[in-house]
């Protein structure tokens, strides 16, 4: 395919067959170039078990190649048919209170159940079989959002997978014992069979048996996508394959830095929150850490909204031009496809008040000429296809880190990741920024400044790979209560931040969070919330102290060299002020000084810059561009600066010296 890929799920089995023209000549009038197809079909294509019917299929794929639309052909495993259950009962998954839930959804299956392996990878391979050499089909899309609703089953299928993934990540039971330091609580183990996934009981469960647990939800998730990919790729070795990964506020059941290396493209679904004001913040997050898993590899935007979701307890239509900041937001942060879910409105079913492509008002409605000006957009920018970022600050994210830092009894539930990132992550955003995400272990030669807002586990090889980044002169930022527990969730003994004491050249002996609502003074100025703790010098001198309190005059903020440490939760402001200093000492500029709320992106090619400018305001504004530049969107040449209207975009190429 060439330039941007633009498209959204089509579910042609929805309508009659008489509609399926109209969607072809729609199709082509928004500049529609992909669809994924297929996605819920299972019950259609295999009406019983063994017996196939792909004659609507065929009709699909032809119809879709003969107007030069590609397919993304998806195994529709996500939705196994009522017949399947009614022979395997067994498959449905189990809660943690141990109730068997029923059919009737989607994703109603037990992710260790051998008799859903079987039946998916057997539909897997009919559809690759029967479809490989098909000249619409382009990729694979292999289930759907693997883990939105069963994430975890419980059940004694699931508890013998357990033991086989335990069995491979410890040598013996006495490995396992002492990494779940099972002497607490008489929990200690002597045969395998004694271990249960962590199921109700009556007081808190063993951390490290939860993590452990947490771990082994996303490798069986993942062992079931590389099934399905494997026979895909016996059939058809030349088409890549992806699945949807769920990047987002509200999703965190999979390890995706597992997942990432094993897709032939890195595809991503966002949708934004309607309580959020600045949802656009989200979704820059979100495109940051989805072009950080692609590792310079393309991806693709699967799914977001035209307008309303229907799974929110308000479901927030769009504002004017919303819809096109949102796609060309993604498509500013590496993605080289913008998809819907899905091309036209459902009439019935679970989704039929979710915003779509054709909405049910038709082509005379505003997000059909949204969608339509979106398709042109996606054509100018073809040339944009392939090109990369150019970050120079990263910040450590880690999915085991906050799993276990989300475990009951912690010294504060009021802690949570997402937000704790989002808050050091925001600032930059602001400023324009270019920033990228990492794990603990990556290799960190290309940046000058690293933060870690919220690294409570990390393990010795992550450890090392931070102290030696400030070590040999990067600037190394780390929040509160991070490196306090090892990869077992054992507490690092001698004092915290445990990891990082010796390299931060602090020690504190104890931690004293704060209640909700309540907050402290800094000595320069500004509030810290959330959390605070009795932090002695040693090495490290004093930036901001504590002004009240039980720790009045306590530091808060410390630094050694280029290792700072933020003890505390600062208001917006202060921790604005002290990120600016930090991106300042370590050299770091913005991708393009802009007025606030105008967002500046960059993604660069061998031979021009393409400079993404975002207004998220109601006021126009003009941004200085280099000289020789183009204002893609309107094909315009420009001279000294492009004006960018209150919530519009512009998206301007320029050349770069040879």
């Not at 109603?108 to 690759?128: D, G, K, N, V």
């Not at 990729?139 to 609703?149: D, L, R, S």
């Not at 937001?329 to 989704?351: L, N, P, S, T």
């Not at 920024?433 to 010795?460: K, N």
Request: glycine share 8%; aromatic share 10%.
């Amino acid at each position: 395919m060439k330039g941007i890929a633009y498209g959204g799920d089509y579910n042609p089995e929805q309508w009659p067959e008489e509609v399926w023209a109209e969607d072809m000549r729609l199709m082509r009038e928004a500049g529609v170039t992909m669809v994924s197809v297929g996605i819920f079909a299972w019950a259609l294509l295999e009406p019983a078990e063994g017996s196939y019917d792909f004659s609507l299929l065929d009709r699909v794929l032809d119809m879709l190649e003969a107007n030069g639309i590609a397919a993304d052909l998806a195994t529709p495993t996500a939705a196994p048919p009522a017949w399947f259950f009614r022979a395997h009962p067994e498959a449905l998954p189990v809660d943690r209170d141990g109730t068997r839930l029923s059919y009737g959804s989607r994703q109603t299956f037990c992710p260790s159940s051998p008799a859903y392996r079987e039946a998916a990878l057997r539909m897997a391979r009919a559809l690759a079989e029967r479809y490989a050499d098909h000249p619409a089909v382009v990729m694979w899309h292999v289930h759907n959002e693997y883990g939105c609703h069963n994430a975890e089953c419980y059940c004694d299928e699931s508890a013998a997978a357990f033991r086989v993934w335990l069995r491979s990540r410890y040598e013996d039971l006495g490995s396992l014992n002492h990494a779940w330091g099972t002497t607490f609580w008489s929990q200690w183990y002597y045969d395998w069979d004694e271990i249960l996934p962590p199921r109700a009981t009556g007081a808190v469960p063993n951390p490290t048996h939860q993590l452990d647990w947490r771990r082994f939800c996303s490798d069986a998730l993942l062992s079931l996508y590389e099934a399905e990919r494997e026979v895909l790729r016996e059939a058809a070795p030349s088409i890549p394959a992806t699945t949807n990964f769920m990047v987002m506020y509200n999703f965190d059941a999979l390890d995706y830095w597992r997942w990432a290396p094993k897709l032939d493209v890195v595809s991503n679904d966002h949708y934004l929150q309607s309580a959020d004001p600045e949802s656009q913040i989200d979704i820059a997050l979100s495109g940051d850490l989805v072009r950080s898993l692609a590792v310079g590899r393309p991806w693709l935007l699967m799914e977001h909204s035209t307008g309303a979701v229907n799974w929110q307890p308000v479901n927030r239509a769009k504002n004017p031009g919303e819809l096109r900041r949102n796609a060309l937001a993604h498509v500013a942060r590496g993605a080289d496809g913008i998809a819907y879910f899905q091309w036209r409105a459902a009439k019935a079913g679970a989704e039929q008040w979710h915003s779509a492509m054709l909405p049910h008002a038709g082509t005379d409605s505003q997000i059909w000429r949204d969608v339509v000006r979106l398709g042109a957009d996606l054509r100018a920018l073809a040339e944009v296809r392939g090109s990369v970022g150019t970050a120079e600050v990263a910040i450590v994210w880690d999915w085991n880190s906050r799993w276990a830092m989300e475990l009951p009894s912690q010294p504060s539930a009021e802690l949570r990741f997402q937000d704790l990132v989002r808050a050091w992550y925001e600032p930059l955003w602001r400023a324009g920024v270019a920033v990228d995400f990492v794990r603990p272990d990556a290799d960190l030669s290309r940046y000058r400044l690293v933060l870690a807002p919220s690294l409570y586990l990390v393990d010795d090889e992550g450890a090392a790979n931070l102290t030696d980044f400030a070590e040999g002169g990067g600037t190394l930022a780390v929040g509160f209560h991070s490196g306090a527990v090892d990869e077992n969730c054992h507490v690092r003994l001698g004092g915290y931040p445990g990891a990082f004491r010796e390299l931060l050249g602090i020690r504190t002996d104890e931690l004293f969070p704060l209640l909700p609502g309540e907050s402290v003074g800094l000595s320069e100025g500004g509030t810290g919330t959330l959390w605070t703790e009795r932090v002695r010098l040693a090495g490290a001198e004093a930036v901001t102290s504590y002004t009240e309190g039980p720790l009045a005059g306590v530091p808060a903020i410390t630094r050694r060299g280029p290792a700072w440490y933020v003890a505390t939760h600062p208001d917006p402001a202060t921790l604005a002020a002290l990120l600016e200093r930090l991106r300042t000492e370590a050299g770091v500029t913005p991708v393009r000084t802009t007025d606030p709320g105008v967002e500046a992106v960059l993604r660069r090619a061998t031979d021009a810059d393409y400079l993404f400018l975002i207004n998220h305001t109601d006021r126009d504004t003009e941004v200085p561009v280099a000289s020789g530049a183009r204002e893609l969107l309107t094909g315009k040449p420009l001279e000294g600066s492009v004006r960018v209207p209150a919530g519009d975009v512009a998206v301007v190429r320029e050349p770069r010296p040879e």
